[in-house]
């Protein structure tokens, strides 16, 4: 199926089957005073970014390629829980040159290059998942796999005026592979999960939102994962979802509570269905802040952990100790 329809409107709210394709050239996209663009307009304007973490006990690992057109960017990191060190690299290409990004949410390739770094983000050979591979050179090897993505959260929401959002999340997948950095070797065991976030859209021009991410085992051996968001895709319906064992559980709105000017306080973030009630204490930070005029982006994302309680369809409250994640403050210009 496709996002558009044939008179160019999107189709709105949660999507239980895949989007084989998100005709974004087909959108009938016009100016806040309604005139119609462009096709170069609508090629221009449109933003693309996906993003897959790999989490558990030890390290956690994080990588995302933009697409925003005028430019675009990649990053990864690692932070090891157990010595506390952060390791990070991050890379920027004018007009978007060495990137690619398909508009298939499902099945597509995206990927990054600059000078001897090689980045892909693609489905994997069997199954639903994602292959991950990052090279350069001897310095960095990054191999994973994420499985058993067989339950995603699919969202069309609008955003502003005259744009909108496609979103298409999950978490809580098992991992396999590894990350070689220099000379220092981390490998997934059973406890690592993983998380996929692939979204584009006519996004509003200048964004603001909150976001939370864990993916891990629970104490009575089951995966869980989570996705949270506010001040983003929000209008009708929301991102927010729950997945025990890679079922989906669809969450209502939710609260962040945090103190953006003291980073090592305590987060707490609550749904409005009175499902989730999570405590976050930050251990490390990527952050970057860039003001380009036309561009601008204000962004910390912590790696840390949570606990709280968790309610599931049946009532019972689930006890989430010690599950690593990730958080985000985050302004965006684009």
Known sequence: MKLIDDQGRVRFGV???PIDVVNYRDFDLRTVMDRKRTRLARQWRFNQFQFVSAMGPDWLFGLAIVDLKLVSSAFFYLFDFRTGQMLEKSYLQPLAMGTRFDAVPETGETSFTKGRLEMSIGPREHGHGR???????????????????????RVACPAGYNGWVFTRKSAGLPVAGHVRWGDREWHCDDRMRGSIDWSCGFMRRETAWNWACLAGVLGDGRSVGLNLAAGVNETGVTEN????DGKLIKLDMARFEFNRYQPDSPWRVVTSDGRLDLRFQP????KERLNAGVLASN????????DGVIIEDNGARTPVQGIRGLMEDHFARW
Not at 132 to 148: A, K, N, P, T
Not at 299 to 306: D, E, K, L, P, V
């Open 15 to 17: 999507h239980h089957k």
């Open 131 to 153: 292959r991950v591979r990052v090279h350069r050179g001897d310095e960095l090897s990054v191999e994973l796999s994420l499985s058993q993505d067989n339950d995603p959260l």
């Open 241 to 244: 979802a729950l997945w025990l």
């Open 283 to 286: 251990a490390g930070v990527r």
């Open 299 to 306: 962004f910390r994302q912590y790696a840390g952990t949570f």
